[in-house]
């Protein structure tokens, strides 16, 4: 809870030993791509189950390079789903690559794998399931279609940090993964991300391109970046790496004490959990099914926070529909879109998916972070059984 009674949605949690981490390294002097990168990445990889793990300096910088390291560019279409974090597009755009949306099923808001079989042509080279909220998108359909049109899959894991399917981690089920530390997520370095892969020869340009191209320091063999992560990151990476399964488990805990406690109120469905899959709740989502509630999802969130509770409120639309793509706002003189490498036309205005926009703007996520007390979390369940429409 903040200062003025508010239970907050979300709180990094990190204490002492993170402090002392960083505060070590500030004391060594030394900076970048020192041990606590090659630690963490060393950890990462063993948790995630996969050979290889480069640490980037956020996860939309982690897209970018993986997205690169596999070759995809211009003329190239990519699938990505139209909820998500606009990141996932952006990283497309920044490799001059085009995205295509395609619909998601309408009860775990993750990528719908018909829908992305349907929406593939003689220009796609890649698709990007995002595991959403932390549930892991279809992988199996995914990757059958995937191998069968020889297309990389590059898995978005930003907000599934630990979440498993079939007894997999996601992001080592494609062909890479993508992760961000961003301050809300399952676990933190301020700002931060990885790659992880078991393909050698991608783990081995992801890490030129991250440090500018340069293979020793006089010589740059590819274009690159400077998307590197520094020692200060790593070393509270490699710290909050060790209470991954903590924060996950009272995480899982939470959500999960939530969906139960609020099964029976009609106008709020949780996300579909299929048996198979780990979840690991970077949000505890909801669907407000505004109808049967009697108010808009932007009046209920008011309404919450006036009762001392916050949500999360996204993805307010499918975001084919942001200016940027209705605009085609992207590098200057049309590109990508007028890439003759392209030459075919897309009009994000004309893009209609009928269950992204069912879904979007009635999406909440509960507080469900690993510092939520008991009575925290009680008087959640109380606030929502005391809005108007409830039984
Ligand atoms: C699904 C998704 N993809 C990509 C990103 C980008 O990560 P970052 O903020 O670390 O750049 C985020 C979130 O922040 C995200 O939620």
């Not at 002392?20 to 990445?41: H, T």
């Not at 530390?181 to 931060?192: C, D, M, Q, R, V």
């Not at 209470?243 to 949780?270: A, C, T, V």
Request: aromatic share 8%; with cysteine; charged share 25%.
């Amino acid at each position: 809870m903040d200062k003025d009674g508010l239970i907050k949605v979300s709180i990094p949690v990190v204490g002492e030993e993170e402090i002392e981490a960083v505060a070590e390294v500030l004391r060594s002097g030394y900076y970048v791509q020192g041990r606590n990168v090659k630690k963490f990445e060393e950890g990462w990889a063993e948790y995630i189950g996969v050979e290889h793990a480069v640490a980037t300096n956020s996860g939309t910088s982690a897209l970018h390079i993986a997205l690169a390291a596999a070759d995809i560019g211009p003329g190239d279409e990519v699938i990505v789903p139209p909820l998500t974090f606009f990141a996932t597009i952006e990283a497309v755009l920044h490799q001059n690559a085009i995205p295509v949306f395609a619909d998601i099923d309408p009860e775990t808001f993750t990528l719908d794998p018909k829908d992305v079989e349907d929406k593939i042509t003689d220009k796609t080279r890649a698709i990007i399931p995002v595991h959403l909220f932390g549930l892991p998108a279809e992988m199996d359909e995914i990757m059958r279609i995937a191998r069968r049109n020889d297309l990389v899959v590059i898995e978005d894991c930003a907000q599934a940090h630990g979440a498993e399917y079939k007894g997999k981690r996601v992001g080592s089920i494609g062909d890479v993964g993508c992760w961000s530390f961003y301050a809300t997520k399952n676990i933190t370095t301020g700002e931060g991300g990885m790659i992880t892969t078991n393909n050698s020869e991608i783990a081995e340009k992801a890490r030129i391109i991250r440090s500018h191209g340069m293979t020793s320091r006089d010589d740059h063999v590819v274009l690159g970046y400077n998307y590197r992560m520094n020692e200060i990151q790593a070393a509270i990476g490699v710290v909050q790496l060790r209470k991954i399964e903590e924060l996950n488990n009272i995480r899982i805990r939470n959500s999960l004490y939530l969906i139960d406690s609020l099964r029976d109120i009609g106008w709020m469905k949780p996300q579909k959990i299929p048996d198979y899959v780990r979840h690991v709740f970077f949000w505890a989502p909801f669907l407000v099914e505004e109808e049967k509630l009697g108010m808009d999802t932007k009046e209920l969130v008011k309404q919450l926070r006036e009762k001392g509770v916050e949500v999360r409120h996204r993805y307010r639309e499918p975001l084919y529909k942001q200016t940027m793509l209705v605009h085609k706002a992207a590098y200057p003189r049309g590109c990508p879109f007028t890439c003759p490498y392209y030459g075919k036309e897309i009009e994000y205005s004309k893009v209609y998916l009928p269950n992204a926009e069912k879904v979007a703007g009635k999406l909440i996520g509960l507080p469900n972070h690993p510092k939520l007390t008991e009575a925290e979390l009680a008087k959640i369940v109380k606030v929502f059984r005391s809005l108007i429409a409830n039984p």
